[in-house]
Nanobody, 119 residues
Framework: QVQLQESGPGLVKPSQTLSLTCTVSGGSITTSYYYFNWIRKPPGKGLEWIGH???????KYSPTHDRRASISRDTSKNQFTLHLTSVTPEDTAVYYC???????????WGKGTLVTVSS
C-alpha cells in the first residue's frame, strides 16, 4: 500500500509562498494511472481539493486555486510538491497529500500537516 508523508513549514507569513512536499513510499510516483493530490481543510470548513499531478506529470487544479497553486514532482526522490503563492490568513489549513487510481478520488492519505499563515 502506498504511504504518503507531508513535510514543510508550519508557519508562513502573508504574501509569501507556501511550499509543501509529499514523500511517497511503498510505490512509485510514476505508477501508471495513479494520481497524486493536494487537499486542505481550513478550520471550521470542509475539505478543499487543490489539484493533482498524474503519473504522466500532467496537472489539474481546482478553479479556486488554479491562479496561485502549482504542483510538481521529483521522480528521483519519489516526491511531489505544492507551491501556493501570495498566501493570506485564509490559506491557514491542515494540508493533506494523497493519491489514488481515480482522478476524482483518493485511496491513500497522508496524516496531514497544519500550516498557519500569520505575521
Amino acid at each position: 500500500q502506498v504511504q504518503l508523508q507531508e513535510s514543510g513549514p508550519g508557519l508562513v507569513k502573508p504574501s509569501q509562498t507556501l511550499s509543501l512536499t509529499c514523500t511517497v513510499s511503498g510505490g512509485s510516483i510514476t505508477t501508471s494511472y495513479y494520481y497524486f493530490n493536494w487537499i486542505r481543510k481550513p478550520p471550521g470548513k470542509g475539505l478543499e481539493w487543490i489539484g493533482h499531478i498524474s503519473y504522466r506529470a500532467s496537472t489539474k487544479y481546482s478553479p479556486t486555486h488554479d491562479r496561485r497553486a502549482s504542483i510538481s514532482r521529483d521522480t528521483s526522490k519519489n516526491q511531489f510538491t505544492l507551491h501556493l503563492t501570495s498566501v493570506t490568513p485564509e490559506d491557514t489549513a491542515v494540508y493533506y497529500c494523497g493519491g489514488g487510481f481515480d482522478p476524482d478520488g483518493m485511496d491513500d492519505w497522508g496524516k496531514g500537516t497544519l500550516v498557519t499563515v500569520s505575521s
